[in-house]
């Protein structure tokens, strides 16, 4: 560095320095190691605020190589604001190829999707996480939760769902729906829908789930079994849509409301906008390739 | 199982802390489907005992064990912790003073009740619900009031809630913390009738600690006196409070105000 003196800032390949990826990626190896387990790590300062995704980035800028392509989904779409940001970042600080299209992408950072087009062995989804616990919600206390995690005392999980069940009628939770993982570790899929989870169980790409103002790390293995907790007489089920994609006529997908105008105009589009893109592109009628039917939960 | 046999054993039990006195050398035996009544004054190391026995706190000194359902007898202070979170939560129970230490204040009277069941394992809602109608009933809370949270409840519903929550798993041995404490009378007066038919018919064995003597003579079969930690008077609750032998046990006795 000191013959370089002249350049006054300049930043390391992919913004962080090399101690800080090396600790991050010991702490995504134990959680490979551990599925479903929350790995403390010494979170950074990102240039951004907590809740935008400071997890995911430093997940993303840990493993990213030169080689690499990256694609950035904001609820699905690749051109919202916390997509189109973080994608512009690591184009800048690594300067990598980005992509919108997920079989192009190497690693995938999203926000609460799992894009449409089935992953493959050797891509890497990194989420971003806001709360990594799935326990928080009925016991505060971290040194609580951690020895119920130790000692596999998942019942209070159940308690959740109970309630769920005696004041909707069924289980109510549509995102963030808790998991559990090669039956250990409950563990919270990050607010994606729950429509997204079945996608989890024995993905063969690898699964990465950063929070950065909670500091925790966890993973999913490539074919880890993940199973959507429920009861014998409420089982799991996911979302569905009466009628397909307004754009593209997909079905079997996730769809988003979209408010057109101010008289009760609207339409349910998918929220993945490249797999949108692409069945327009091929004119529509492509069939999908994930039925959420066939995945075993 | 074998009645021949007690259900708790404690041997010189003493807990400190620092140089201070919680409970010293206690030592007794409590068997299947008896009530004992710890009795002493405030700071007399009654809950320190409590707390000491249900494992709650580590004593400095002392060994106690419990007979298990297969009939063998575990050191407490020895088990893992994972064994004794399942012992509290499926052979136990503890009915603690204030309602809002023993339940969850923020979900329904219903998943209270099954919080039990579903730890042990059962994943079918409409058992667990009906169990915990069951009990809810049994401890006179209607079942309209199954989806309340326990904030809606009055004091003495609270209790009666806390206590079926404890009671849902079938336990053999039950640790109260003055169950009646900061309820008036006539709740009180409900509430021990209620205790009292519970324990007979299920057949439990309970500590009570309480320094309400009259609650004491309600519920329990055997008394213990405390007094700085340690044990001064012990006998069958009616010989204790109608011929108190020892000098604190008089004193304790004859300053219960009459009515």
Not at chain 1, 11 to 34: H, P, V
Not at chain 2, 83 to 99: A, C, I, K, S, Y
Not at chain 2, 107 to 120: D, H, I, P, T, Y
Request: aromatic share 8%; net charge negative; with cysteine.
């Amino acid at each position: 560095m000191s013959a370089r003196t002249s350049e006054i800032a300049s930043y390391n390949f992919a913004y962080l320095d090399e101690q800080t990826k090396r600790m991050i990626r010991r702490a995504i190896l134990k959680g490979i190691a551990i599925p479903g387990y929350q790995v403390p790590f010494a979170s950074r300062e990102m240039p951004m605020p907590y809740g935008w995704g400071t997890g995911g980035v430093q997940i993303t800028a840990s493993i990213i190589g030169r080689d690499d392509v990256l694609k950035v989904i904001d609820q699905g779409a690749d051109d919202t604001t916390n997509a189109v940001s973080i994608r512009a970042f690591f184009a800048r600080v690594a300067g990598v190829a980005v992509t919108t299209e997920t079989a192009k992408a190497t690693i995938i950072q999203t926000r609460h999707r799992i894009p449409e087009h089935p992953l493959g062995e050797g891509q890497v989804l990194v989420y971003q996480v806001p709360i990594p616990e799935p326990l928080r919600y009925l016991e505060p206390r971290e040194t609580e939760t951690r020895k119920m995690h130790a000692l596999e005392e998942y019942g209070l999980m159940h308690v959740k769902l109970y309630e769920d069940i005696a004041r909707h009628g069924h289980i109510a939770t549509t995102y963030a729906y808790p998991v559990k993982v090669e039956g250990r570790y409950v563990m919270d899929p990050s607010p994606t829908p729950k429509f997204d989870n079945p996608k989890m169980h024995m993905s063969p790409a690898l699964q990465l789930f950063g929070a950065g103002r909670e500091k925790r790390i966890y993973a999913l293995p490539p074919y880890t079994r993940v199973v959507s907790l429920d009861f014998e007489d409420h089982p799991f089920e996911v979302q569905r849509f009466e009628q397909p994609c307004a754009l593209c006529g997909a079905r079997n997908v996730y769809l988003d409301e979209v408010i057109l105008d101010d008289r009760g105009g609207r339409m349910f589009v998918c929220s993945d906008t490249d797999y949108c893109e692409k069945r327009r592109d091929e004119g529509g009628v492509a069939a999908n390739p994930f039925e959420p039917d066939e995945a075993a939960t | 199982m074998n009645d021949d046999l007690p259900l708790l054993r404690v041997s010189s039990l003493s807990k400190s802390y620092g140089s201070r006195i919680g409970c010293a050398d206690v030592t007794f035996d409590l068997w299947p489907g008896e009530v004992l009544a710890v009795v002493g004054e405030s700071g007399s190391g009654k809950t320190t005992l409590l707390n000491c026995l249900s494992t709650r706190l580590m004593p400095t000194s002392g060994t106690a064990s419990y007979r298990m359902r297969d009939g063998t007898f575990r050191e407490l202070y020895r088990m893992s912790e994972a064994e004794r979170r399942f012992l509290m939560r499926t052979d136990w129970g503890f009915v603690h003073q204030n309602p809002a230490d023993g339940l969850r204040m923020n979900v329904s009277a219903g998943a209270n009740v099954g919080e039990r069941l579903m730890a042990v394992g059962d994943r079918h809602y409409g058992r667990i619900r009906a169990t915990a109608i069951d009990w809810l009933g049994r401890v006179e809370i209607g079942a309209d009031r199954i989806d309340d949270e326990p904030r809606a409840f009055s004091g003495g519903m609270r209790q009666r809630l806390q206590i079926a929550r404890n009671l849902v798993t079938g336990p053999r041995l039950v640790f109260m913390d003055e169950p009646t404490g900061g309820l008036d009378v006539s709740v009180q007066a409900r509430l021990l009738d209620l205790l009292r038919g519970l324990v007979s018919d299920l057949g439990l064995a309970a500590i009570v600690v309480t320094h309400d003597l009259a609650v004491a003579r309600l519920l329990s079969q055997r008394m213990m006196v405390m007094k700085d930690g340690r044990v001064v008077e012990t006998g069958l609750t009616d010989r204790v409070l109608d011929d108190p032998r020892e000098p604190y046990t008089q004193l304790l006795v004859s300053s219960i105000l009459q009515v």
